[in-house]
């Protein structure tokens, strides 16, 4: 029974969702009991503005927005935003695809928290926030090469750190190949043998 109460719950939100973003009711999404919500890219500004706006919904909260990437799809980022409703204790998930070369507007002017949120998703992913009043790397250091959390970024990076004792500064030098170890997973009571210690012996020589 109360799983049949959640549903119908959630089906009552996607119709205001529906209705307040004007969006067909193919771009809601059930996943692990919440709704999310796939929009196009370039209408993210406007539905997140009628989604805080609307008196049935009141999602005046960005909890998160971060990126995801599948390099082998068209536009390779999903860019997620994560809302809550304080009033109507809902949560929602917002989706939008984007390419490397299409930027993504900016909601800054609609959630102010989503400055530093849309500069970590540059840093990561290079997905590039149209009218983001400061949009720079967050994390990483300057002159960073890349974006770590695509999915073909090389684990060992493009560029190492180390301090110069001779130059007395830090300098930054290309990753340079060198021979991985060759380590031995098994365990030493699985793929060891070892022979044991002979007996001891008593002072007339019997074991």
Do not use: C
């Not at 959640?6 to 067909?24: I, K, P």
């Not at 980022?77 to 390419?99: G, I, P, Q, T």
């Not at 007395?168 to 060891?192: H, I, M, N, Q, T």
């Amino acid at each position: 029974m109360e799983w049949r109460v959640a549903d119908e719950e959630l089906s009552r939100l996607g119709e205001a969702v529906a209705r307040a973003t004007g969006l067909d009711a193919e771009a809601l999404v059930l996943a692990h009991g919440e709704l999310g919500l796939n929009v196009p890219a370039a209408r993210i500004v406007e539905i997140l503005t009628a989604l805080r706006d609307a008196p049935e919904l009141r999602f005046t909260q960005l909890i998160d927005l971060t990126a995801a990437d599948y390099p082998q799809r068209a536009r390779r980022f999903e860019v997620v935003y994560h809302l809550l409703s304080m009033s109507k204790n809902r949560r929602l998930r917002v989706k939008a695809a984007a390419d490397e070369a299409t930027p993504v507007d900016s909601v800054v002017g609609v959630f102010p928290g989503a400055d530093w949120f849309e500069r970590e998703a540059f840093d990561m992913y290079g997905v590039f926030f149209a009218g983001h009043p400061d949009l720079r790397r967050l994390l990483t250091d300057y002159g960073f090469h890349g974006h770590p959390l695509r999915k073909d970024f090389p684990m060992t990076g493009y560029v190492e750190v180390r301090y110069d004792d001779t130059l007395k500064r830090v300098v930054y030098e290309p990753v340079k190949s060198v021979e991985f170890r060759s380590f031995d997973f098994l365990s030493p009571w699985e793929g060891a043998h070892y022979e044991a210690p002979p007996a001891p012996t008593t002072e007339g020589g019997a074991a």
